[in-house]
């Protein structure tokens, strides 16, 4: 798929991850291209499945989530529906990546307080070991990806 993309696409992209809501004549501007040629190649990104959704970028603490957490679980079962499901209905798990190691998922977790963390992490480890560590600050914030190297 990233050989598709030439560096017109990933100057698109970029621009995009910094602010989804600009508009196609200032990014069009910002890219060196027409409107129309950046609308087009916008498009095809997203039809390609490249670009797969706008999101907001929200403050948790001012949005009540004053707690940020990595839990590390260690998973012993082979039936991962039932934690899937518990995932996809506690809004509070932000990120579940599967992973190697001696973890099996990896969870960035929002929680209002110490007590709503306890809650949950509790109802995790249900299905199996957690570790828990609380984030003091985010040093580097998620800024997607950008150009690789060899493209």
């Known amino acids: ?3 598709n993309l030439d560096a017109t696409d ?3 992209l970029v621009e995009l991850q910094r602010d989804g809501r600009v508009p196609f004549t200032e990014l069009a501007r910002r ?3 027409s409107s129309s040629a950046t609308t087009e190649r916008v498009r095809r990104l997203e039809s390609m499945g490249v670009i797969a959704g706008y999101h907001a970028d929200v403050d948790l603490e001012k949005a009540g989530f004053a707690v ?3 839990v590390r679980l260690k998973y012993p079962g082979n039936r991962h529906e039932p934690l899937h ?3 996809s209905e506690r809004m509070e798990i ?3 990546l599967r992973t190697t190691g001696d973890d099996c998922y990896t969870l960035k977790v929002a929680a209002a307080s110490m ?3 306890e809650r949950l992490v509790g109802e995790l480890a249900e299905f199996g070991s957690t570790t828990t560590s ?3 600050s985010q040093t580097l914030t998620y800024r997607g990806p950008q150009r690789p190297p060899d493209a």
């Open 1 to 3: 798929m990233a050989e």
């Open 10 to 12: 990933w100057t698109i």
């Open 31 to 33: 890219v060196n291209l």
């Open 68 to 70: 940020l957490a990595v």
């Open 85 to 87: 499901r518990l995932l």
């Open 94 to 96: 932000l990120e579940c």
């Open 115 to 117: 007590r709503h963390l």
């Open 134 to 136: 609380i984030v003091y």
